[in-house]
T-cell receptor
Framework: DAKTTQPPSMDCAEGRAANLPCNHS???????VYWYRQIHSQGPQYIIH???NNETNEMASLIITEDRKSSTLILPHATLRDTAVYYC??????????????FGKGTLLTVNP | NAGVTQTPKFQVLKTGQSMTLQCAQD?????MYWYRQDPGMGLRLIYY???????DKGEVPNGYNVSRLNKREFSLRLESAAPSQTSVYFC??????????????FGPGTRLLVL
């Protein structure tokens, strides 16, 4: 699986959009970009994933650059409850033994009142 | 629909004691996983079960055993606990077999302290 690079921490004001970047310059054509988050003392929570098109769901939007070497997770109206560590993960969907998610250190997003 | 449940939530063991961490999911998922998370680190895969009846080692399997009891349940056993196994343990499940089915859903975690 491709390696990802994320800033260690970011701040965001409550009610504003939070834009979390992720670099994955070695991504392969069959690898998806996944985003998870982990609120303090809880299990990781799936947010969104995509291959090459931009994606949106009820939680967030995922913008993937045309060359697929980077992506941005957007929380459109951040709340205090969005304070968490956000993990960007790249992995292939190919079955076999490719089941593990490789969690790096992620980005600690702090939403301030 | 409870998702992924884990028991116990907290446990304190003495070195050398054994225990089993229980995990169950009610989403009819095929695949289940055990991870551990140490302070300041990401999650590391201990064991996984791609489907009922199969189990495979992950990154850090030493000192652990697993049992996929049925489709719903996947247990993690520490035969002789060591202080290095002090950690938070997360169980997860995924539908698998489909691109969208690779999304993993996590339980609330078991906090284990080995003295």
């Amino acid at each position: 699986d491709a390696k990802t690079t994320q800033p260690p921490s970011m701040d965001c004001a409550e009610g504003r959009a939070a834009n979390l970047p992720c670099n994955h310059s070695t991504i392969s054509g069959n690898e998806y970009v996944y985003w998870y988050r982990q609120i303090h003392s809880q299990g990781p929570q799936y947010i969104i994933h995509g291959l090459k098109n931009n994606e949106t769901n009820e939680m967030a939007s995922l913008i993937i650059t045309e060359d697929r070497k980077s992506s941005t997770l957007i929380l459109p109206h951040a709340t205090l409850r969005d304070t968490a560590v956000y993990y960007c993960i790249v992995r292939a969907i190919s079955g076999g033994s490719n089941y593990k998610l490789t969690f790096g250190k992620g980005t600690l997003l702090t939403v301030n009142p | 629909n409870a998702g992924v449940t884990q028991t116990p939530k907290f446990q304190v063991l003495k070195t050398g004691q054994s225990m089993t961490l229980q995990c169950a999911q009610d989403m009819n998922h095929n695949s289940m996983y055990w991870y551990r998370q140490d302070p300041g680190m990401g999650l590391r895969l201990i064991y996984y079960s791609a489907s009922e009846g199969t189990t495979d080692k992950g990154e850090v399997p030493n000192g652990y055993n697993v049992s996929r009891l049925n489709k719903r349940e996947f247990s993690l056993r520490l035969e002789s606990a060591a202080p290095s196994q002090t950690s938070v343990y997360f169980c997860a499940s995924s539908a698998s077999g489909l691109p969208s089915g690779e999304t993993q859903y996590f339980g609330p975690g078991t906090r284990l302290l080995v003295l």
